[in-house]
């Protein structure tokens, strides 16, 4: 398996200017998370699913921020419109559905965003 | 709430030291607890986990005992390498699956 497949690996973009962010997790894995990581918070969760449906989006910073996840293969985060404090590495995992072992996430390389 | 607390780093040794990366967390329940490995410019991957009390991970020579009595999940290693420099997580998982990082420890290993 290729793993988790983030996209795009950078973007930078103007201040207001719409972003979207792509994650494929990897096949049979059910949940899906998105992580921000920053110099001054560290690793956040922003919001996680399972069999698509969100069940966690209290790290979801403001209403600029949104996620989807409309099949098992794919999920986007998107930011609109983008602020230059939005600038960080942005992470998708994914992970085997609740009960199962080996059940720790597994991230992708992330995205890392620049706001100008 | 959940929270995982981390010595502050950069943590800087010469190779074949001995590593000691000091976590504790507060969770309630029972949680899973992980170390996480980030290397420059990637991802972060998983490094070794405990599920329950007394249980030690351990992966490429790193361990770490679940101490559940002092909240503890110290990440040791015998003898680093120059390799191993890069960024050490401790995580904790309550059973969502949705993790709860501390803020990360960086270390560099000197030839």
């Known amino acids: 398996d290729a793993g988790v497949i983030q996209s795009p690996r950078h973007e930078v973009t103007e201040m207001g200017q719409e972003v979207t962010l792509r994650c494929k997790p990897i096949?049979?894995?059910?949940?899906l998370f998105w992580y921000r990581q920053t110099m001054m918070r560290g690793l956040e969760l922003l919001i996680y699913?399972?069999?698509?449906?969100?069940?966690?989006d209290s790290g979801m910073p403001e209403d600029r921020f949104s996620a989807k996840m409309p099949n098992a293969s794919f999920s986007t985060l998107k930011i609109q419109p983008s602020e230059p404090r939005d600038s960080a590495v942005y992470f998708c995992?994914?992970?085997?559905?609740?009960?199962?072992?080996?059940?720790?996430?597994?991230f992708g390389q992330g995205t890392r965003l620049t706001v100008v | 709430g959940n929270s995982v607390t981390q010595m502050e780093g950069p943590v800087t040794l010469s190779e074949e030291a001995f590593l000691t990366i000091n976590c504790t967390y507060t969770?309630?329940?029972?949680?899973?607890l992980f170390w996480y490995v980030q290397y420059p410019g990637e991802g972060l991957q998983l490094l070794l986990k405990?599920?329950?009390?007394?249980d030690k991970g351990s992966n490429k020579g790193f361990e770490a005992t679940y101490r559940k009595e002092t909240t503890s999940f110290h990440l040791e290693k015998g003898s680093v390498q120059v390799s191993d420099s890069a960024v050490y997580f401790c995580?904790?998982?309550?059973?969502?699956?949705?993790?709860?990082f501390g803020s990360g420890t960086r270390l560099q290993v000197q030839p």
């Open positions: 995992a994914s992970s085997l559905p609740v009960g199962l072992e080996n059940t720790e996430a597994f």
């Open positions: 096949s049979g894995h059910n949940s």
């Open positions: 699913f399972n069999n698509n449906v969100p069940i966690d």
């Open positions: 969770a309630t329940g029972y949680p899973s």
């Open positions: 405990a599920t329950k009390a007394d």
């Open positions: 995580a904790l998982d309550t059973g969502r699956r949705a993790l709860t």
